[in-house]
């Protein structure tokens, strides 16, 4: 059974840091692509980050561009996101999703296209 969990996330202050961990378990083999999304109250999901399943291609939405690194560890079946300079507007619920292969450069932060998702991780920026 596939299956993702989320942890790291919390109440920070404005420019602190958080780092977010995605956990897979049951895939058969590293060749999956992460997606990071988030969900504020009151908001649709949107995209935050892309990491390739091999070559560690990524990608970024602007609103965190420059402040978020994403990256993954296929020894510990692991994807990150380092997230600094938070703002309170980065406040949501992230997830973490995942699909078998790579995704094209213009889906690679639209929800659709990821088959399996985590339950979330809480991030609260305090101003």
């Known amino acids: 059974q596939l299956e993702l969990v989320e942890s790291g996330g919390g109440l920070v202050q404005a420019g602190g840091s958080l780092r977010l961990s995605c956990a897979a378990s049951?895939?058969?083999?590293?060749?999956?692509?992460v997606g990071w999304f988030r969900q504020a109250p009151g908001k649709e999901r949107e995209g935050v980050s892309y990491?390739?399943?091999?070559?560690?291609?990524?990608n970024y939405a602007d609103s965190v561009k420059g402040r978020f690194t994403i990256s993954r560890d296929n020894a510990k079946n692991t994807v990150y996101l380092q997230m600094n300079s938070l703002k309170p507007e980065d406040t949501a619920r992230y997830y973490c999703a995942a699909v078998s292969g790579d995704i094209g450069t213009p889906h690679r932060l639209m929800e659709y296209d990821y088959d399996y998702w985590g339950q979330g991780t809480q991030v609260t920026v305090s101003s």
């Open positions: 049951g895939f058969t083999s590293d060749y999956y692509s």
């Open positions: 990491i390739s399943s091999n070559n560690g291609v990524t």
